[in-house]
T-cell receptor, first 111, second 114 residues
Framework: GQQLNQSPQSMFIQEGEDVSMNCTSS?????WLWYKQEPGEGPVLLIA???AGELTSNGRLTAQFGITRKDSFLNISASIPSDVGIYFC???WGAGNMLTFGGGTRLMVKP | EAQVTQNPRYLITVTGKKLTVTCSQN?????MSWYRQDPGLGLRQIYY???????DKGDVPEGYKVSRKEKRNFPLILESPSPNQTSLYFC?????????????FGSGTRLTVV
């Protein structure tokens, strides 16, 4: 099946720093999604990208849908302690609601 | 409040003892799905359902069963649990055709099989 390689696996940064994470695949996806999971909760959608080359922002978060449709990145600017969590990329493929998830990036922010 | 409700939140069981994890949604969603989350592997789909009485295998269906007798409920059944099914499980739902944009996830069920 489809596979997504997400990196880095974890990051430990200082509050105020910018963060960048990405996902790559050998497969093409129709939609790229970025989710955040906080401890004890399910993933919550942050950003959805629908077209190759699309760049979308949500507050301090910016994500891009790669031109080749095989990759995406998420940037977080000026990180704050509440950014802590696991961030997942996901690619939607096929005609239905099929999603493939990356392995996740665990973000830790030091105040 | 629109939500996906899973029960139980935590479960410790012994190998071979049948168990069911329930999932219920109040949004009239057609599509429901079960995932398991393991460190470094992200979320992997176990089973999904496009509508009542329509279910299909995801990427890791071995050792699991599901049923969809009603639109709101999508229970996950482990007939004979084994230690390798120790994991964090999530149920998700969406409107059919809305694509992945509409996924709502439950809060998770942490299962330990000893």
């Amino acid at each position: 099946g489809q596979q997504l390689n997400q990196s880095p696996q974890s990051m430990f940064i200082q509050e105020g720093e910018d963060v960048s994470m990405n996902c790559t695949s050998s497969s093409i996806f129709n939609t790229w999604l970025w989710y955040k999971q906080e401890p004890g909760e399910g993933p919550v959608l942050l950003i959805a990208l629908y077209k190759a080359g699309e760049l979308t922002s949500n507050g301090r978060l910016t994500a891009q849908f790669g031109i080749t449709r095989k990759d995406s990145f998420l940037n977080i600017s000026a990180s704050i302690p509440s950014d802590v969590g696991i961030y997942f990329c996901a690619g939607q493929w096929g005609a239905g609601n099929m999603l493939t998830f990356g392995g996740g990036t665990r973000l830790m922010v030091k105040p | 409040e629109a939500q996906v409700t899973q029960n139980p939140r935590y479960l410790i069981t012994v190998t071979g003892k049948k168990l069911t994890v329930t999932c219920s949604q109040n949004m009239n969603h057609e599509y429901m799905s079960w995932y398991r989350q393991d460190p470094g592997l992200g979320l992997r789909q176990i089973y999904y359902s496009m509508n009542v009485e329509v279910t299909d295998k995801g990427d890791v269906p071995e050792g699991y069963k599901v049923s969809r007798k009603e639109k709101r409920n999508f229970p996950l059944i482990l007939e004979s649990p084994s230690p390798n099914q120790t994991s964090l499980y999530f149920c998700a739902s969406s409107f059919q055709g809305q694509g992945a944009n509409g996924y709502t996830f439950g809060s998770g069920t942490r299962l330990t099989v000893v």
